[in-house]
């Protein structure tokens, strides 16, 4: 399991709607102003289709993660499941 | 021209303070822990904005032209003393340049003295990290603080956007980096508390491996913390 948390900011709610439109997660949107994104698998995000530029790019997990990131490079990123402490 | 008195301030002040005793009043080296907290005493202190930032120059005649016939920034204010009256103070020279708002940049060129070597200017993210950034008003602004200055013949970073900032940087005569930025939005009350939940989770984990005999080495692991963090608030409402 991969959860990410994005604060519902404008800056980040290209995170939010990329998923929305490709991917198989559960996304749930709490009153404090945080969206869950949870994956069974792994969660892969493209800076480019997100339009995001790489000094947000490379702050992108600020709202917090459950999981691992095994690649992050200038324009993919993977994060998979761990059993790191949180 | 009116002047605010403030005669008072100085009679009713504590006077035995560490400035007026000449002690060290530089808290590098202080007990945070022992310090009492703003809210133990109610008072509430908040600042009014920027009145004037200041560092050293050993470039007098390039940091004027610079901020004042290149930028165009008015000169507003120089001060020139012998020292502040303490022993081995230079003769000075306290230039300020108007920023806006009321605001000022502002320089200290200290007389006969050579730039002692751990003032030189690195190309570093160390370095780099003191500056401070000023604010234009719009996308249109910012662009014009760009092409001008380009077309002064100044080097100028490209746009980069951070968050709730679109900046630009170049540098001044003396190394020192200047950011001029556009606010892209406000902050809000949930910035407020997910700043305080980051900073919660990096702290906790210093301290955590502090007492373990290891530190923090990256911020995958402060992103962790931050999910559990998130993902409690979350599970408690």
Known sequence: ?86 | MTQIETDTLHDNAKQDSAYSKNLNYWVGDADIAALRRASQDGALLRLDGVDHTARPTWKLRETVEFYRDILGLPLVHTISARGWGQEGHPDFLHFFFDAGKGATIAFFYYIGTDRPERYTPEDSWFYNSNHTAWSVPTADELNRWKATLEARGLNVSPYIRHEILESIYFTDPNGYPLEITLRLRDVEVVDARDAELTLEAAMQLEDELREAGTRLKDIDTVWRRKGKLVEDLIRRT
């Open chain 1, 1 to 86: 399991m991969v959860v990410l948390y994005v604060l519902d900011v404008p800056e980040f709610r290209p995170i939010v709607e990329t998923v929305e439109a490709g991917q198989t997660c559960v996304i749930t949107r709490s009153p404090e102003g945080y969206y869950r994104i949870e994956s069974p698998t792994e969660i892969i995000l493209n800076r480019r289709q997100m339009k995001m530029k790489p000094a947000v790019w490379y702050g992108l997990f600020t709202g917090g993660m459950n999981g691992e990131i095994a690649e992050f490079n200038r324009d993919e990123v993977r994060v998979v499941g761990t059993n790191k402490p949180l």
